[in-house]
């Protein structure tokens, strides 16, 4: 008899008090009908201020099959999740969030696509219930900044409610870096993908934990770890300078010095001056874009990201 295949459910936590034991009940109903597989459910404390610890104690006590791990303070959600994945032993791992805002229900669609190929099953939010108009807006204008900027394409509404085959956590579990966007990473890997779209539910108890300042912090960060556009940006303002101010100055000295023409003979000196001033600022920005271009290999090589992907050894 073929030994059954291992899913692994990661769930960050933090302050969910009031949510983990609803959030476990909803699992519990949904993987019981999957009785062709094995399930460990793996539990991030990531800090949490309240009592979700003691929550979690509670369950791992009465089922064998969850996990637990404890932060000994408040990480964030992407080393949560991070840490989830380094920890867990699945053929696969779902991630989805604790406060139920994620449809438990559609973890046998994931399993399903998954079966059928798929290496990453992304869940994308096409509804969010209660979504502020500042958080759609920012949502908005972040997309449409880091996939004219970054290196690979974001998805839109793609959440971090997906699914990872086992050749994809070990390759996930390769990267170093330590500001990262978890999502991302994954789009970076690339790998066969299936995708789920989803209504997201109201979150029943508590506040989201990702508040502007902490979303804001997640996007600066994704802008620098995916593209090095930012850092190069002195380089090519510095040139933008230098070329438009050098012509000018150019035309200046030709027609003011040479060809006496009407139009170059109205600048005063003042005015030559600031040209000149101008022309050297572009070029002490395009030093810094060259020094960048530096740092930028220096980047790439810290970050230390594999140089490749192998899905298949033959």
Known sequence: MSQKKLISIICPVYNEEENISLFHAEVQRVISSLSEYDFEIIFVNDGSEDVSDREIKKLKDLYPNIGYIEFSRNFGKEMATTAGIHNCQGDACIMIDADLQHPVELIPEFIQKWEEGAEVVVGVRKINSGEGLIKKIGSIVFYKIINRIAEIKVLPNATDYRLLDRIVIDEFNRFTEANRMTRALIDWLGFRRAYV?????????????????????????????????????????????????????????????????????????????????????????????????????????????????????K
């Open 197 to 313: 779209e989803f209504k997201a539910n109201e979150r029943i108890h508590g506040v989201a934990s990702y508040n502007f300042w902490k979303l804001f912090r997640l996007a600066v960060n994704s802008f620098i770890s995916l593209s090095l556009l930012p850092l190069k940006i002195a380089g090519y303002l510095g040139t933008l300078i230098t070329l438009v101010s050098g012509s000018a100055g150019f035309y200046i000295l030709l027609g003011k010095y040479f060809f006496r023409t009407p139009f170059a003979s109205t600048f005063s000196d003042a005015e030559n001056l600031a040209i000149l001033l101008v022309f050297l600022v572009g070029i002490i920005l395009m030093s810094v874009g060259l020094m960048a271009l530096y740092i930028a290999n220096i980047h790439g090589e810290v970050i230390n990201r594999p140089i490749y992907v192998v899905r298949k050894n």
